[in-house]
């Protein structure tokens, strides 16, 4: 079982959008439509942003979305806001054997 | 609503066994297709998931920790617990409780473990 990369930083302005990737394989990301999102701000519980790969909770801006191509899910962040500054996690199920597939974490700063 | 809390010791001693238990309420640990599971944060570090429990008893775990951990659960109390052995300072976190199935987790509000004589 591998972790999910992440690029470690991402970056943007406000009002522009950023991109996060979330490489695994196709036993998990690829092979499931079951990745989700997580934003955690400091010392906070995470809190879930996207599910089954495009889905968003109620109470979630869509500004948050989510898409996957591949082996590779992405989440978007449009029209950026100041509260967005946090950090991002994907995680996927990898399947009966390995249910649970955890990326590295992503740093997003609004610029 | 479904919660989930943490309870055990703050401080555990070098080369001893850490123990936590997750406590549910507004569910059941007995409820059909889900997990219950551990995920832990060393200080400034990313999440890391230690391991979890199905509905049916199989348990899961991470491969980089499977030779020191346990997790079972109590379904008459609706509990769920973690026993993490020969610990060492690497094993300082934040320990989260969650339950989760292949589209989501549920969070409780962590505890945070030091290891430390």
């Known amino acids: 079982q591998s972790a999910l990369t992440q690029p470690p930083s991402a970056s943007g302005s406000p009002g522009q959008s950023v991109t996060i990737s979330c490489t695994g394989t196709?036993?998990?990301?690829?092979?499931?439509?079951?990745v989700s999102w997580y934003q955690q701000h400091p010392g906070k519980v995470p809190k879930l942003m996207i599910y089954?790969?495009?889905k968003r909770p109620s109470g979630v801006p869509d500004r948050f979305s989510g898409s996957k191509s591949g082996n590779t899910a992405s989440l978007t962040v449009s029209g950026l806001q100041a509260e967005d500054e946090a950090d991002y996690y994907c995680?996927?199920?990898?399947?009966?054997?390995?249910?649970?597939?955890f990326g590295g974490g992503t740093k997003l700063t609004v610029l | 609503q479904l919660q989930l809390q943490e309870s055990g010791p703050g401080l555990v001693k070098p080369s001893e066994t850490l123990s936590l238990t997750c406590t549910v309420s507004?569910?059941?640990?007995?409820?059909?297709?889900?997990?219950w599971g551990w995920i832990r944060q060393p200080p400034e570090k990313g999440l890391e998931w230690v391991g979890s429990?199905?509905?049916?008893?199989?348990?899961y775990y991470n491969p980089s920790l499977k030779s020191r951990v346990t997790i079972s659960v109590d379904t008459s109390k609706n509990q769920f617990s973690l026993k993490l052995s020969s610990v060492t300072a690497a094993d300082t976190a934040v320990y989260y409780c969650?339950?989760?199935?292949?589209?989501?987790?549920?969070w409780g509000q962590g505890i945070l473990i030091t290891v430390s004589s």
């Open positions: 995680i996927s199920y990898g399947g009966s054997n390995s249910p649970v597939v």
């Open positions: 196709s036993s998990d990301v690829g092979g499931y439509n079951y």
């Open positions: 089954e790969v495009t």
């Open positions: 507004g569910g059941s640990t007995s409820s059909s297709s889900y997990y």
């Open positions: 429990i199905y509905y049916s008893g199989t348990t």
């Open positions: 969650a339950r989760h199935n292949a589209a989501a987790f549920y």
